[in-house]
């Protein structure tokens, strides 16, 4: 099979995407008292910006300019780079980490249905089976193992705020799936990612007046690798992905993002490791490979 058109490498982007974003949560928990979320979220995409300015300069003319997709590129910026970000960070200032990871468990659920919705997409029995099992090894991992602890969880605003902030996402994977039919990642990520900075420069203004960040070398070196493996080398993998099967099926391995996670708490910050990750792990990976099993199976060979 050719490798440009095997789903399989999508589901390898979408792990490398999700992969580098559990750096960036691990960052993120470090860098907590030094940087407000707003201007880490701001400086990281500038720059991301910087970088994709220099990467799409050998690019086709027309991938130069946003061009008849530019509302929807727009949408995009607005919903993944400024509304996504805000939101979660809004919900996370009033709820639990546990509550918030586990509202994001829901994610294959949710984006499903929107590509549903919006685009016609298939979201089979399978699909929903696996996220389903995704969705419990996540309440595994979150409340380690303890199940009945969720059950006494309340729903605050900050659970609602963390769940728009899904929704957004499920927009912005919506919108990435119709621009990338006739554009690249490339074009389509860095597009998104410009048309996002106008709407977030303001806000991470706005926090510096009341906090502003202690800019050590340390820092500075940490909001550079943000800048450029979690925002551009994870984007582009993700709407690379999303074009070849769509949000819907690459969606399905969102869910490995607490598993890397917890193997980055594991090894790089010293967390404990316990049968609840373990057992969270195993169901959340299990549920992505029955909701794609199809795009698995190795291709019929021809006499």
Do not use: C
């Not at 999700?18 to 030094?34: E, K, P, Q």
């Amino acid at each position: 099979m050719n490798r440009t058109r095997d789903p399989r490498w999508a589901y390898a982007l979408v792990n490398l995407s999700t992969l580098l974003w559990s750096t960036n949560f691990a960052l993120g928990r470090l860098l907590r008292d030094d940087i407000g979320p707003f201007t880490l979220t701001a400086a990281r995409f500038v720059v991301a910006s910087l970088v994709f300015a220099v990467l799409i300069r050998r690019a086709p003319a027309e991938e130069r300019r946003p061009g008849r997709h530019l509302p929807l590129l727009i949408g995009m910026g607005v919903t993944g780079v400024f509304l996504f970000g805000f939101l979660l960070y809004s919900g996370l200032a009033r709820t639990t980490a546990s509550s918030a990871a586990l509202i994001n468990g829901t994610s294959p659920l949710t984006i499903g249905l929107l590509a549903a919705l919006l685009l016609g997409e298939r979201f089979p029995r399978r699909g929903i089976f696996g996220a389903l099992i995704s969705f419990v090894g996540v309440a595994v991992i979150v409340s380690g193992g303890a199940l009945d602890a969720l059950a006494r969880q309340q729903l605050n605003t900050g659970n609602l705020l963390v769940l728009a902030a899904i929704v957004a996402w499920g927009f912005y994977s919506t919108f990435s799936r119709v621009v990338t039919r006739t554009r690249s990642a490339l074009s389509t990520t860095a597009w998104s990612s410009w048309l996002g900075l106008p709407l977030l420069l303001p806000a991470a203004f706005m926090e510096w007046q009341t906090r502003p960040p202690h800019l050590t070398l340390p820092v500075i070196l940490a909001v550079v690798y943000i800048g450029i493996g979690p925002s551009v080398i994870a984007m582009l993998a993700w709407n690379e992905a999303v074009r070849r099967v769509g949000p819907g099926k690459v969606t399905a391995f969102y869910n490995m993002l607490p598993v890397y996670g917890a193997l980055l708490g594991i090894t790089v910050l010293g967390e404990p490791f316990g049968p609840a990750q373990l057992v969270g792990g195993g169901l959340i990976i299990a549920g992505s490979l029955v909701s794609v099993w199809g795009d698995f199976r190795p291709p019929a060979r021809h006499r």
